[in-house]
C-alpha cells in the first residue's frame, strides 16, 4: 500500500469518530426535544381547558350541587395540609437515614438491605399504600379518614424516593470537603453539618420535591384515608378531599368535566409555582454558599 493510501485511511477515522459524535449529541438533543415537546403540550392542553373556569371565586368558594357548580377552596386546603403533612414526616427520616447511611454505616449488609428495601417501596403501586395506610391509620391506629391518616401515608410513599436521593446527594461531595474540614480540627457531626449537608442542598431538595410531586399527584391512596369530603378540614382529624381526588370524581362519575379541568389547571399552576420557588431558592443558597466557600 502507498504512503498516500496509508495516510488517507488514517485520516478517514478521526472523521468517522467526529461524525459519531456530532449524532450522538443531535440524537440526544432531539430527545430532550421531544420530552419538552411532550411537556409542553400536555401542560398547554391543560391550561387551555381548564383557565376558562379559573376565577377568583372558583378558587374562594365551596363546592355545589355535587361538584357542578361553586368553586375548589377546601380541595385547595386538603391538598396543601396533606402534603405539608407528608414532607414535615418524612424528610427529616428521610434524610436522617440518608446521612446514616452515606456517613457512618459504610458497605454493610444492613445499608445494603435498606438500600433494597427502599427500593422496593418505591416500586410499591399506591393502591398498597392506601391499603396499608386504611387497615393501620384509619381502622387500627382509629385515626379514621383524617389528614393525619392521608399525610402519614404519604409520608410513607415519599420516604424511600427521598431517602435515595438525599444519600446520593451526599455521596456526591466531594472527599476533598470532609478531609479538609477534619483537617481544621472539625468533629464528624460538625464536617457533615457544616460542610456536607450545606453542599448537598440541592440534591436533597430535588429528592424532597420528587416526594412532594407524588403526593401532590396522589389519588388512590388518599381516597382510601383522607376520605371524599368536599369541606374545608379544621384539624389533623377531619376528611379531606384533595384537587387530584375531585378531578377524578368530577371525570369518572361525569359530574362536571369543565370544572375538572379548572382544577386540573389550577393544580398545574400550583406545581409550577412551588418548583420554581424551590429552584430560585436554591440558585440563591448556592450563590451565597459560593460566596462563602471562595471568600467572596
Known amino acids: 500500500m502507498a504512503f498516500k493510501d496509508i495516510f488517507h ?74 402534603t405539608a403533612i407528608a414532607i414535615v414526616v418524612s424528610t427529616p427520616l428521610s434524610v436522617g437515614a440518608a446521612i446514616y447511611m452515606a456517613e457512618y454505616a459504610g458497605e454493610n449488609r444492613l445499608t445494603s438491605l435498606v ?22 391509620f384509619v381502622l387500627y391506629m382509629g385515626m379514621g379518614f383524617s389528614l393525619l391518616a392521608g399525610g402519614l401515608t404519604l409520608a410513607l410513599m415519599g420516604l424511600p424516593l427521598i431517602l435515595r436521593v438525599s444519600e446520593e446527594a451526599i455521596k456526591a461531595v466531594p472527599e476533598s470537603y470532609r478531609l479538609g474540614s477534619l483537617a481544621l480540627g472539625a468533629s464528624k457531626w460538625q464536617t457533615i453539618y457544616k460542610v456536607v449537608l450545606p453542599t448537598a442542598f440541592p440534591g436533597i431538595v430535588t429528592g424532597v420535591m420528587l416526594g412532594m410531586g407524588r403526593a401532590i399527584g396522589e389519588t388512590a391512596a388518599v381516597m382510601f384515608t383522607a376520605g371524599t369530603v368536599a369541606k374545608v378540614p379544621w384539624s389533623l382529624f377531619s376528611s379531606a ?56
Open 9 to 82: 485511511s488514517q485520516d478517514r477515522w478521526p472523521r468517522k469518530r467526529y461524525t459519531a459524535n456530532s449524532l450522538g449529541i443531535a440524537l440526544l438533543w432531539a430527545c430532550g426535544g421531544v420530552t419538552l415537546i411532550v411537556l409542553l403540550a400536555i401542560i398547554g392542553y391543560v391550561l387551555w381547558n381548564g383557565l376558562s373556569v379559573v376565577s377568583l371565586s372558583f378558587l374562594i368558594e365551596t363546592p355545589s350541587n355535587m361538584g357542578r357548580s361553586g368553586g375548589i377552596y377546601p380541595m385547595i386546603l386538603g391538598t396543601l395540609y396533606i
Open 115 to 136: 438500600r433494597f428495601g427502599a427500593d422496593s417501596l418505591a416500586g410499591i403501586p399506591s393502591i398498597m399504600f392506601g391499603m396499608f395506610g386504611y387497615l393501620f
Open 241 to 296: 378531599r384533595t384537587m387530584t381526588l375531585h378531578i377524578y370524581l368530577l371525570t369518572m362519575e361525569n359530574i362536571s368535566i369543565k370544572n375538572a379541568y379548572g382544577t386540573a389547571a389550577v393544580l398545574v399552576i400550583m406545581i409550577l409555582a412551588i418548583t420554581l420557588a424551590s429552584n430560585l431558592l436554591t440558585r440563591r443558597y448556592m450563590a451565597k454558599l459560593g460566596g462563602k466557600m471562595y471568600g467572596r
